[in-house]
């Protein structure tokens, strides 16, 4: 039996949509709702073989979700609210109170807005996304897809920071790490495609994208990963500087007299690639500037590889070597350069790569004699939020499937 999944990703002033046919995963539409709050919003809606497009006004959430189904109704897309058999929601944080996705319920949708003080941008309104939802659709269930649920398997030395313990205890502060669903899924289908079980591997994921993120995982659980407390730590991305020296802050504050919101602001919106290069925050934009000479360019990708390449090293001791290196996400799966540059001269390590499948993006581009598999698989964050409302609303009907 087909069951049609939503997975919804709602931003601050966006919302992100897909409708999927489950358990084969076959997408229905796919969508976003943009400029919420503004007259001129922008609503894109496509499937396979159309595109929809208008700007219209959009006063809040409620009003997007309510356009959205009608929508899906207009263009019969659905020919009832009661074909949505579930939605999914991403939630940006779950803390230490949300160790998978979980079934909504009032008491779930209140530890979401509890948690809020750790991810004051998001969870507000992924919590709103998914009042509106339950409130329009009440006889589809809402299941919450956590994206720091993954990471609930760290131990302890991989996710306390040595600072005081009471800001452990009372604030909790601890690494919590990002990009979790992402991470399971591509792991699931890297499994799957060697034909081994995921619990019999031990795997590094790089997920490289405006934000990026490394995880080590070992016998299928999250056992490291590059983001901390938040999300701005870790690799070198977009346009965020990643792990720093903690002391440069309070000098730039003395020097500059920059607030703490300002700092903020530098560490999350002016630095990375962006910063380094003073090009862009775009790794094509970076990278065409690097091939024509620009020094800063070829800087900020040198600096980009070589922070990952740490993170890979430091993952492979902890997990006592590797079997498979995985690339994904916007650079991960389309830049060949970056793919390149992380693995350069890593052979001793049995992990080398043939250009010739690298620049073609193949699924494996290790090469034919190498030890460890490197391995090119599109991220569909959307299909695994999907697969987790099949697990955990529709259980008896699941029959999961990873496509080819």
Same mark, same amino acid.
């Given at each position: 039996?087909?069951?049609?999944?939503?997975? +919804?990703?709602?931003? @601050?002033?966006?919302?992100? $949509?897909?409708?999927?046919?489950?358990?084969?995963? &076959? #997408?229905?539409?796919?969508?976003?709702?943009?400029?919420?709050?503004?007259?001129?919003?922008?609503?894109?809606?496509?499937?396979?073989?159309? /595109?929809?497009?208008?700007?219209?006004?959009?006063?809040?959430?409620?009003?997007?979700?309510?356009?959205?189904?009608?929508?899906?109704?207009?263009?019969?897309? +659905?020919? =009832?609210?009661?074909?949505?058999?579930?939605?999914? *929601?991403?939630?940006?944080?779950?803390?230490?109170?949300? /160790?998978?996705?979980?079934?909504?319920?009032?008491?779930?949708?209140?530890?979401?807005?509890?948690?809020?003080?750790?991810?004051?941008?998001?969870?507000?309104?992924?919590?709103?996304?998914?009042?509106?939802?339950?409130?329009?659709?009440? &006889?589809?269930?809402?299941?919450?897809? $956590?994206?720091?649920?993954? *990471?609930?398997?760290? &131990?302890?030395?991989?996710?306390?920071?040595?600072?005081?313990?009471?800001?452990?205890?009372?604030?909790?502060?601890?690494?919590?790490?990002?990009?979790?669903? @992402?991470?399971?899924?591509? @792991?699931?289908?890297?499994?799957? /495609?060697?034909?081994?079980?995921?619990?019999?591997?031990?795997?590094?994921?790089?997920?490289?994208?405006?934000? =990026?993120?490394?995880?080590?995982?070992?016998?299928?659980?999250?056992?490291?990963? @590059? #983001?901390?407390?938040?999300?701005?730590?870790?690799?070198?991305?977009?346009?965020?500087?990643?792990?720093?020296?903690?002391?440069?802050?309070?000098? +730039?504050?003395?020097?500059?007299? /920059?607030?703490?919101? !300002?700092?903020? !602001?530098?560490?999350?919106?002016? =630095?990375?690639?962006?910063?380094?290069?003073?090009? =862009?925050?775009?790794?094509?934009?970076?990278?065409?500037?690097?091939?024509?000479?620009?020094? !800063?360019?070829?800087?900020?990708?040198?600096?980009?590889?070589?922070?990952?390449?740490?993170?890979?090293?430091?993952?492979?001791?902890?997990?006592?070597?590797?079997?498979?290196?995985?690339?994904?996400?916007?650079?991960?799966?389309? %830049?060949?350069?970056?793919? %390149?540059?992380?693995? *350069?001269?890593?052979?001793?390590?049995?992990?080398?790569?043939?250009?010739?499948?690298?620049?073609?993006?193949?699924?494996?581009?290790?090469?034919?004699?190498?030890?460890?598999?490197?391995?090119?698989?599109?991220?569909?964050?959307?299909?695994?939020?999907? !697969?987790?409302?099949?697990?955990?609303?529709?259980?008896?009907?699941?029959?999961?499937?990873?496509?080819?």
């Amino acid at each position: 039996m087909t069951h049609n999944i939503m997975a +919804i990703n709602a931003g @601050s002033s966006s919302l992100k $949509f897909q409708l999927l046919a489950m358990p084969q995963g &076959d #997408m229905r539409c796919q969508g976003l709702i943009e400029r919420i709050g503004m007259a001129d919003a922008q609503v894109t809606i496509k499937t396979l073989s159309q /595109k929809w497009q208008e700007t219209v006004p959009v006063a809040d959430h409620r009003d997007a979700v309510t356009l959205l189904l009608e929508k899906l109704l207009g263009y019969q897309i +659905i020919n =009832s609210l009661r074909d949505i058999d579930g939605v999914g *929601h991403r939630v940006a944080h779950g803390g230490e109170f949300f /160790k998978d996705s979980t079934l909504v319920t009032d008491e779930t949708l209140a530890q979401i807005e509890r948690l809020a003080e750790l991810a004051p941008l998001h969870n507000p309104v992924n919590a709103l996304g998914i009042h509106v939802f339950r409130q329009l659709l009440p &006889d589809a269930p809402s299941v919450a897809v $956590f994206d720091t649920a993954f *990471h609930q398997t760290l &131990d302890e030395p991989a996710y306390i920071y040595p600072l005081p313990w009471r800001y452990y205890a009372e604030l909790g502060i601890r690494r919590y790490g990002f990009h979790g669903t @992402s991470h399971k899924y591509v @792991s699931g289908v890297l499994a799957e /495609k060697l034909g081994v079980p995921l619990s019999t591997l031990r795997v590094i994921c790089c997920h490289l994208g405006n934000g =990026s993120s490394v995880c080590a995982i070992k016998n299928g659980h999250s056992v490291n990963t @590059s #983001m901390g407390f938040t999300p701005q730590s870790g690799v070198m991305m977009g346009t965020r500087s990643g792990d720093i020296d903690p002391s440069i802050l309070p000098w +730039i504050a003395q020097r500059e007299s /920059k607030t703490p919101q !300002q700092l903020n !602001q530098l560490l999350n919106n002016e =630095s990375g690639l962006l910063g380094v290069s003073g090009v =862009s925050s775009d790794y094509r934009d970076v990278e065409q500037a690097a091939d024509t000479g620009n020094r !800063q360019a070829k800087l900020a990708l040198t600096l980009f590889a070589e922070r990952i390449r740490a993170t890979i090293g430091s993952y492979i001791m902890q997990m006592g070597g590797l079997d498979a290196l995985v690339f994904t996400g916007g650079i991960g799966e389309n %830049s060949a350069c970056a793919r %390149s540059a992380v693995c *350069h001269n890593l052979q001793f390590l049995g992990l080398a790569v043939d250009e010739e499948k690298n620049q073609r993006s193949a699924t494996f581009i290790q090469t034919e004699n190498a030890l460890v598999k490197v391995a090119v698989i599109n991220t569909n964050e959307e299909l695994m939020i999907a !697969q987790d409302v099949m697990r955990i609303a529709l259980p008896a009907t699941e029959g999961l499937c990873v496509p080819a």
